[in-house]
């Protein structure tokens, strides 16, 4: 029923738009003896109203109708403007003169926003730039998000040193994470994956909440996070640049990054990346290691193609290697029964690739076909317990753009094909699994003017094990002034849980897992299917002449079907269990950017979440999820008394949580209970930055400067083999302060 409403609305306003009468016309220059030369992105709108568009590369516009003018106006800043009447004509051509006076050259000076929100964009999207990633020694995606108000990022436990994130509410699992918009971190590599981009491979990431495209795929839910590498064929990247990081507790990271262009065409980047930690840290004398040592390697070799005939390709290879241990600091003594040994070896390789065409003469025209091939493989050790899991994924996927009749109609349309192999061993009981899923999906996009515009999708999959998946999708966006955007979301996502991956925290526990099989394919347990619907509001105005954006979203999340692990019910067990219509997410978030002082960069976040799911016919709050956080986001630079001078820049963040519900566990004996709720805490993070000559920079920072750490943060840590030994109940930071420094240096 929900699905037939939103189509029958995607019609309607689909038809009634069609209905409009159209104005197309040709913008062009014509001076003595040579021929006409179109005029590109000149301004074509309609007098006395905001209705308007600009022309294209070939110097064409296409412009709806209106009742009230019939005068349009035609602007760019190296012509004279005209005015033109339109009557019964449909089809106009329209010359330009140009100006006689020219202008030698003009020097803009200006500075870009840490963070940018897309405008124009239907989907409410932030981009996090390298300025952004440099406030932070970002040393990888899931330590980039700390000046983020929209991302939470915590430990999983307070053993394996695993990172998560979660967006409007919800997990990581259930915000799609592409590499440029192919798949990358999905099914076994949910948690770790985050590990495998570190910081210095990054030139952007874009944020974006809510339902995704249809074009992406079925599986985004509560949004996307679309990582921007670095690009072989970029001009503006340096040929030549190194990260070095250091910090207290003897972690050290080094990255390499080397572009080279091989010919007018080709052009390559090597992306190197090695990390170890081998001092063992133990700050609460509890005899757990506070984070493991490890050792990681990483290695992407990229190649890209830009031909002059319209073809555009790229070709990406990734190696992943790393090992991890932990847990009692007793790791070169004889295991004894107050030992736990966690340990796991993980490798990751990864073919990625794409293929383009675009006309030239039809720019709004392209087609291409994307496609990759994974292969991950861990096992691990978590006490007595084993576990190895190994994925195989081949991905392909075929778009197609053009339009229908003018560029105010625009479409995109392809098919895909995902095939995944699981085979997991837990306890050496089997879990093997091979999922299917072709599919097909169209996009249709209305943006007659700035004003607003409208993307309308739907897209069918065939799963092997779950039938017919039908995702429709709508994103509309609406400015009623140039100060103001309004936007709106709806649509469905589907995924397939991966228990043991997702909740691997668990693995860091005494508690035993039961799961309630509802069918034989895989875990036994239904496919998880949620509907995402949202509302965006941004005002963009200006404070003593310096750009300021306030932005206020609402989401909701709601869940036809979910798997959840139960961690409540009994406290010595966690089941996993499919639960019809037994779970949501409201999110309310408002931010504040501005520059209140030339240089001074503020950001000021607030963010509610109601997070519920239902067990044992009970409505519960969502464990571990604080319902309130803010954030404050100071950045300020000195100015640079020369072209080549040093620069000072300082960068605080300050974090507020709120309480978060713990798992119960008062059935456990008196000394053995955790409490029902955490307390609010802050954190904060300084880093100073001095950007000296030649590309170098240098700066020290320091993480959780109050020094504020979960105490206990392991029930029964003497007894790792009591059934009471639990330490996934992880509400806050693990490590205590943290002091670090690196470098930068590109040429």
Same mark, same amino acid.
């Given at each position: ?40 992105g000149a301004s074509v709108y309609w007098l006395g109203t905001s209705r308007g568009t600009s022309t294209d590369t070939a110097g064409a516009f296409s412009l709806a109708i209106v009742p009230e003018s019939n005068t349009l106006i035609v602007r760019h800043a ?180 080397f572009r080279q262009s091989l010919d007018e065409r080709w052009a390559s980047m090597t992306l190197l990346h090695a990390s170890s930690q081998q001092r063992p840290v133990d700050r609460d004398a509890d005899r757990f290691l506070d984070m493991p040592i490890f050792t990681t390697l990483n290695a992407v070799q990229r190649w890209s193609y830009s031909g002059e005939d319209g073809w555009e390709g790229q070709l990406v290879a990734q190696f992943v290697k790393e090992d991890r241990r ?128 409208? @993307? =309308? #999708? ?5 799963? /092997?094990? +779950?039938?017919?998946?039908? $995702?429709?999708?709508?994103?509309? %966006? ?10 709106? @979301? =709806? #649509? ?5 849980? /991966?228990? +043991?991956?997702?909740?691997? $925290?668990?693995?860091?526990?005494? %508690? ?19 509907? /995402? ?215």
């Amino acid at each position: 029923m929900k699905t037939f409403v939103l189509l029958t609305m995607v019609l309607v306003l689909t038809s009634s738009m069609s209905a409009q009468e159209i104005l197309r016309g040709v913008v062009v220059t014509k001076e003595p003896d040579t021929p006409e030369t179109p005029v590109v992105g000149a301004s074509v709108y309609w007098l006395g109203t905001s209705r308007g568009t600009s022309t294209d590369t070939a110097g064409a516009f296409s412009l709806a109708i209106v009742p009230e003018s019939n005068t349009l106006i035609v602007r760019h800043a190296a012509y004279r403007p005209d005015t033109i009447k339109v009557t019964g004509s449909r089809r106009i051509t329209v010359y330009l003169t140009q100006l006689a006076r020219e202008i030698e050259g003009v020097q803009v000076v200006g500075q870009q926003s840490a963070t940018v929100i897309d405008y124009l964009s239907a989907e409410s999207v932030q981009r996090m730039t390298q300025k952004e990633l440099g406030k932070a020694a970002c040393c990888n995606l899931s330590e980039s998000f700390e000046t983020n108000p929209s991302v939470d990022v915590s430990f999983t436990d307070a053993i394996t040193g695993t990172r998560q994130i979660e967006m409007l509410g919800l997990s990581g699992i259930y915000t799609q994470t592409t590499l440029e918009n192919l798949p990358y971190i999905r099914g076994l590599t949910a948690n770790v994956g985050l590990t495998f981009i570190p910081g210095s491979w990054m030139k952007a990431i874009n944020v974006s909440k809510g339902i995704g495209s249809v074009a992406n795929g079925y599986e985004s839910i509560t949004g996307q996070i679309d990582v921007d590498l670095r690009k072989p064929n970029d001009e503006d990247e340096k040929r030549f640049y190194v990260n070095l990081y250091g910090n207290a507790d003897q972690r050290f990271e080094g990255n390499f990054n080397f572009r080279q262009s091989l010919d007018e065409r080709w052009a390559s980047m090597t992306l190197l990346h090695a990390s170890s930690q081998q001092r063992p840290v133990d700050r609460d004398a509890d005899r757990f290691l506070d984070m493991p040592i490890f050792t990681t390697l990483n290695a992407v070799q990229r190649w890209s193609y830009s031909g002059e005939d319209g073809w555009e390709g790229q070709l990406v290879a990734q190696f992943v290697k790393e090992d991890r241990r932990g847990g009692t600091n007793d790791l070169t003594e004889t295991l004894s029964p107050s030992s736990f040994r966690f340990g796991t070896k993980s490798e990751y390789l990864r073919l990625s690739g794409k293929l383009g065409h675009l006309f030239e003469d039809r720019p709004y025209q392209s087609y291409g076909v994307q496609w990759s091939l994974g292969r991950y493989r861990n096992s691990g050790t978590y006490g007595l317990r084993s576990y190895e899991g190994l994925q195989e994924t081949a991905y392909l996927n075929f778009l197609y753009q053009s339009i229908f009749g003018s560029t105010l109609h625009s479409f995109r349309t392809g098919a895909s094909i995902l095939v995944d192999r699981f085979d997991e061993r837990f306890q050496r009981t089997p879990y093997e699994r091979t999922e299917r899923v072709p599919g097909a999906f169209f996009e249709y996009t209305y943006a007659p003017v700035d004003e607003w515009s409208l @993307v =309308a #999708g739907i897209r069918a999959d065939y799963h /092997n094990a +779950f039938g017919t998946m039908l $995702a429709p999708r709508l994103h509309i %966006r609406y400015s009623p002034t140039e100060d103001w955007v309004l936007r709106g @979301v =709806a #649509g469905r996502g589907y995924r397939t849980a /991966n228990i +043991f991956a997702e909740n691997a $925290a668990v693995f860091a526990s005494s %508690r035993s897992m039961t799961i309630d099989a509802v069918n034989s394919f895989g875990y036994g347990l239904d496919q998880e299917v949620a509907w /995402n619907v949202g509302v965006n509001v941004t005002h963009y105005f200006l404070v003593d002449y310096r750009e300021a954006t306030i932005n206020l979203s609402v989401y909701r999340t709601f869940f036809e079907n979910q798997t959840i692990a139960d961690l409540d019910s009994y406290p010595r067990e966690v089941r996993f269990a499919s639960v019809a219509n037994g779970s949501y997410a409201n999110s309310a978030q408002i931010e504040l950017n501005m520059q209140p002082v030339e240089r001074l960069e503020t950001r000021i976040a607030y963010r509610f979440l109601d997070v519920r799911q239902r067990l044992g016919g009970t409505w519960m709050q969502r464990p571990l999820n604080a319902q309130h956080r803010a954030l404050v986001n100071i950045a300020f630079a000195t100015e640079r008394e020369e072209e080549e001078g040093p620069v000072m820049t300082y960068d605080l963040t300050v974090q507020w949580f709120g309480p978060k519900r713990i798992p119960a566990t008062q059935s456990n004996p008196e000394g053995l209970r955790a409490p029902s709720a955490s307390p609010s805490f802050a954190t904060l993070n300084v880093q100073v930055t001095r950007s000296l000559f030649a590309g170098l920079e240098l700066y020290v920072g320091g993480e959780n400067l109050f020094d504020f750490r979960q105490e206990h943060p392991i029930l029964d840590a003497g007894h790792p083999t009591s059934p009471y030994f639990d330490a996934s109940l992880v509400w806050g930071p693990l490590g205590g302060r943290m002091i670090y420094a690196g470098l930068r240096w590109g040429m």
